[in-house]
């Protein structure tokens, strides 16, 4: 499944009018159409209403740069659901960063989807960090246009599985992008990553063995690493994974910059994660 999977054309609201609402107005608004529009039942609105406000009373979730993602996990609904609404001149949202938001992505899932969840908000907050694939969601002028602008930058499928095969040691030399590549593994769908402090071979006799000190390709970098060890339930997900990573400009063919090792898990037992609140 893919992100469109989960965002009927009945649930794109676009170049909203609010007037002078409120931010639990202009919820409650969205998720009236919505009910409207047969994407969930109408006796549903309200318990629907009630989990988004109280996810929104823990913290805002206007991220920042005219962005917000409300969500919640609700019994209420039996399949996980997006519902999405622009504003190109801006609502007051109490984001992060004080600005005004334009494209609101709402999700609501199933108490148990907690993997799907994580997945789909992952995927979601990638795109829309890309300012291009932004810009042109919010000037759509159609449902359908809507939907293809993402259909068309969403390249990884939903990984439903909990069954692990295979384990993965990612090793990475640039801690600095730690946020995107932790981002990129709960988008592919990995279970129970950890992530360890290492240290490369190669930087270790730069910095610590008198006899190699002469070694300058390691110099003036830092002789820390970041190991990531976690399981996958597809070999598919190795080649995402490594997608992702070079669309952050982290390219594992380059000499130093880390690697990835797969090996196939005869058995594995324990390590898939219990839920958690987001």
Do not use: W
């Not at 996990?73 to 005004?100: Q, R, W």
């Not at 801690?175 to 990995?190: C, P, T, Y």
């Amino acid at each position: 499944m893919y992100i469109i999977d989960y965002l009927k054309p009945s649930a794109i609201f676009l170049n909203m009018s609010t007037g002078r609402k409120k931010k639990r107005e202009i919820l409650y608004d969205i998720l009236k159409r919505s009910a409207e529009g047969g994407i969930f039942p109408a006796e549903r609105l309200d318990g629907i209403f009630h989990a988004v406000i109280a996810r929104e009373d823990q913290t805002t979730t206007g991220i920042g740069n005219g962005i917000a993602i409300p969500h919640c996990k609700t019994e209420n609904i039996e399949h996980g659901t997006i519902i999405a609404a622009t504003f190109p001149s801006g609502i007051k949202y109490g984001a992060v960063d004080n600005k005004p938001v334009k494209i609101l992505f709402l999700f609501i899932f199933p108490g148990s989807e907690n993997q799907e969840y994580l997945q789909v908000l992952a995927k979601v907050a990638r795109l829309l960090g890309d300012e291009t694939v932004k810009n042109k969601l919010i000037l759509s002028s159609a449902p359908d246009e809507f939907r293809e602008i993402i259909a068309k930058n969403d390249i990884i499928p939903i990984t439903k599985s909990k069954e692990g095969k295979y384990v993965f040691i990612l090793a990475l030399s640039d801690e600095k992008r730690l946020q995107e590549v932790i981002s990129n593994l709960v988008e592919i769908g990995a279970q129970t990553s950890l992530i360890i402090d290492s240290e490369t071979l190669e930087k270790k006799l730069t910095y610590d063995i008198p006899i190699f000190a002469g070694l300058t390709y390691y110099k003036g970098k830092s002789p820390y690493s970041k190991t990531f060890i976690g399981i996958l339930n597809s070999i598919d997900q190795v080649n995402y994974l490594n997608q992702l990573l070079i669309k952050e400009d982290i390219d594992l063919s380059k000499p130093g910059a880390g690697f990835i090792l797969t090996l196939e898990a005869k058995k594995i037992i324990g390590g898939i994660p219990g839920e958690m609140e987001i």
